[in-house]
């Protein structure tokens, strides 16, 4: 704390001790993503800007400013003209409002911070895009991880059957073991074997991207399962996992479930109901994820933005302020570890539940 | 606002990168993780019991082992006493006959004593007759002619002798 404290302070006073300065500040920029200092000072802090700028996507990986340059990893942008085809060219190319072939990334609503194409006729229109941006990159990044974590752990398999795995193995051992114990097979029933692959992957793949979050430099700290367009997918495999292979009993308990009979009817208020909750289910599942990883970046974020909105008013305040901001932060990180676990073990608990209800063996007869 | 628009091109990576990940996974890891950690579990079970079948199999051969070592050493016990009756008894049996030897052996040469003593007597009787005869020729040459008459004096006269004696 003492650390971190003394290197806000002489951040903040003066630039006399650059040498030292710069081993301290690698520190805190390891711990906490507070690379927007020097911006603060010359143009107007918009903290809703900067909280949202970090948790949605962007086409290039923003590492951090070093006086007036940006230092960011370009990626690849893949568009499709409305008449000219494919493109594809590095995002440094549209930096700065750079028009490129056409292409720029818009300023202005409704596409605000999106390629644009501009057409001949001045009119702007969004193309195609399948761009590699900061979220796909670390999507990437995070299925290697996770392939090469579990293929790691059956190669150990393969190679020595009845020998337990020891160090980083040993605990993805007894995290699959916990997963397909603990929660596919109580959940899914009898044949949870035909389900715990989608399921164990499902967690990993939540999991590590969640954790991969968290870490605020390069290879982490994109939003990837803070965003809806990553659990809509998961939500969605889940849905088609659900109702794919759901068994006469469940398709039974929707249309016809057993409730008292005028409930169904004259008018089907409860088969209404059932049918609504299938898609409710997955999309509680999507919300939820969503939401709880958003939260968790934002909040970190808005820790950083006190910083800097009272660092406006006066130094001496932001000082003050960062003191307890950087605190809460790291207070918060450690609350957001256990999030991206317990998340991640709560859609594959919910996925598992839902699948298990879809497999679900006739009702015993009441006597 | 953007932050709930999911962008489609994301929702295209999100699908081709998830689906690949769960097909490679599917296909390679999964069934191989947890079949390894199935047959593990099975392995350290049956491990497990057969450990405690062979430790209880381990107890009942000590008491096996104890039982056989004290019937053996009741039966050496046995042995030793019945040894030590034999021993005893032939002991004995090699006196008596050590005795019964000596007696007979003591018999036979009390009896070849009398018989050669009988023999000595009877040829000293002889040698004393014709000493006898001798002396008693010489000192009745005269007296008696005939050897007959001589011979029938002498042995009436032993004869009494041997009455007398008897």
């Known amino acids: 704390m003492r650390l971190i404290r003394n290197n806000v302070q002489k951040k903040m ?10 081993v301290l500040l690698l520190l805190v920029v390891f711990l906490l993503p507070v690379h927007a200092g020097e911006t603060a000072e010359k143009k107007a802090f918009n903290p809703g800007e900067f909280v949202v700028g970090h948790v949605t996507d962007s086409y290039s990986w923003h590492i951090t400013k070093s006086g007036e340059t940006e230092l960011s990893i370009p990626l690849l942008v893949i568009v499709k003209s409305q008449d ?3 493109f594809a060219f590095n995002s440094s190319k549209l930096n700065e409002g750079a028009t490129y072939q056409g292409f720029k990334i818009a300023d202005t609503d409704p596409y605000r911070n999106k390629v644009v194409e501009i057409l001949p006729n001045e009119e702007i229109v969004r193309p195609t895009d399948i761009s590699i941006t900061k979220d796909v990159a670390s999507l990437l990044i995070c299925a290697t991880l996770v392939l090469w974590i579990v293929l790691s752990l ?3 398999y393969k190679k020595a059957p009845m020998k337990a795995p020891g160090g980083f193995l040993g605990a993805i051992e007894f995290v699959v073991i916990f997963i397909q114990d603990e929660v596919i097979k109580p959940c899914v029933g009898n044949d949870y074997k ?3 692959p989608y399921l164990l992957t499902l967690f990993f793949f939540i999991l590590i991207n969640n954790l991969m979050g968290l870490i605020p430099v390069f290879p982490g700290g994109a939003n990837v399962s803070g ?15 659900i109702n794919l292979f759901g068994n006469k009993e469940y398709w039974k308990d929707i249309f016809w479930p057993e409730v008292p009979t005028w409930l169904k009817v004259p008018l089907p208020i409860m088969p209404f109901l059932e049918l609504f909750g299938i898609f409710t289910k997955p999309i509680a599942l999507m919300v939820r994820l969503f939401a709880n990883m958003l939260a968790g970046h934002m909040i970190a974020m808005v820790f950083m933005a006190m910083i800097f909105i009272f660092g406006a008013i006066s130094p001496l305040l932001g000082t003050g302020v960062s003191v307890f901001a950087i ?3 790291i207070f918060m990180n450690f609350l957001e570890l256990l999030v991206c676990v317990i998340q991640a073990y709560v859609f594959t608990l919910l996925s598992s539940v839902f699948i298990g209800l879809s497999r679900m063996e006739p009702h015993k007869k009441e006597i | 606002m953007e932050l709930f628009t999911p962008e489609s091109g994301l929702i295209f990576w999100m699908l081709i990168v998830f689906l690949t990940v769960l097909f490679v996974l599917w296909k390679f890891a999964w069934p191989s993780i947890t079949k390894a950690i199935a047959n593990r579990e099975k392995y350290i079970n049956d491990s497990v019991k057969a450990a405690d079948e062979a430790f209880s199999k381990l107890e009942t051969i000590k008491e096996e082992r104890n039982a056989i070592l004290t019937k053996a050493r009741e039966e050496q016990n046995a042995q ?3 040894v030590q009756v034999l021993k005893e008894k032939l002991i004995e049996d090699a006196k008596n006959e050590a005795r019964a030897e000596a007696d007979k052996l003591i018999a036979d040469a009390r009896k070849s004593i009398l018989a050669e003593k009988e023999q000595a007597l009877k040829e000293v009787r002889n040698q004393v007759a014709l000493l006898s005869i001798g002396i008693a020729g010489r000192v009745l040459r005269k007296n008696l002619e005939s050897d007959k008459s001589q011979m029938e004096l002498v042995d009436q006269i032993l004869d009494e002798m041997d009455t007398q004696k008897n």
């Open chain 1, 13 to 22: 006073s003066s630039n006399k001790y650059i040498g030292l300065e710069i």
């Open chain 1, 227 to 241: 965003n809806l367009a990553i659990t809509s997918v998961m939500a969605v495999c889940t849905f088609l996992a």
């Open chain 2, 80 to 82: 030793f006493k019945e």
């Open chain 1, 84 to 86: 000219r085809g494919w």
């Open chain 1, 154 to 156: 059956a190669r150990h």
């Open chain 1, 327 to 329: 605190f809460f932060a």
């Open chain 1, 194 to 196: 035909r389900y715990s």
